[in-house]
């Protein structure tokens, strides 16, 4: 198992949360909360408006979001919906958690609240220039104050 941080549509309560807690997928076992230990810009890009964390570590915020343990199938259906390496780079990122709720460790190792870990995340280099100049979000949500309702794939 690997551990992913997911930030955008896949959080529970965004569009795309049925994609990770669909088994057909491979398995993926909500552990907590967290937030990215570095700063980093968090925009919202493209037409369809698609959360976009921009890897470029010390600019922008500490970005929360949600740390699942997943199976090598998931891993890889990510990596497929997340057109990595293309589109988005699968990347260790620093995660400070928030909550613990993980199951899948004994007492004994699961971490403190605070403590830092290494999960994967769904980033890029591969952006228009002007992205870094958007605003940036410390948390995502597909109906927030920005206004920027996400499009689904299926009405593009």
């Not at 037409?47 to 929360?64: A, R, S, Y």
């Not at 998931?74 to 699968?90: I, S």
């Not at 109906?143 to 009405?155: A, K, Q």
Request: proline share 8%; charged share 25%.
């Amino acid at each position: 198992m690997e551990r992913v941080f997911l930030y955008g549509t896949l959080k529970k309560g965004q569009p795309n949360h049925g994609l990770i807690s669909n088994s057909i997928s491979g398995r993926a076992e909500f552990e907590g909360l967290g937030r990215t230990a570095d700063p980093y810009p968090l925009v919202i890009g493209s037409k369809n408006n698609i959360p976009f964390l921009l890897n470029v570590p010390g600019k922008g915020h500490h970005v929360t979001g949600e740390i699942y343990s997943v199976d090598d199938q998931m891993l890889q259906f990510l990596d497929d919906f997340e057109g990595c390496p293309d589109t988005y780079q699968r990347t260790p990122v620093r995660i400070e958690i928030l909550e613990w709720e993980g199951k899948s460790s004994a007492p004994e190792e699961r971490p403190a609240v605070n403590s830092i870990m290494e999960c994967f995340v769904y980033s890029t280099t591969n952006y228009p220039p002007e992205w870094i100049n958007l605003p940036y979000h410390d948390n995502y949500d597909s109906l927030g104050e920005h206004g920027l309702r996400y499009n689904p794939r299926e009405n593009r």
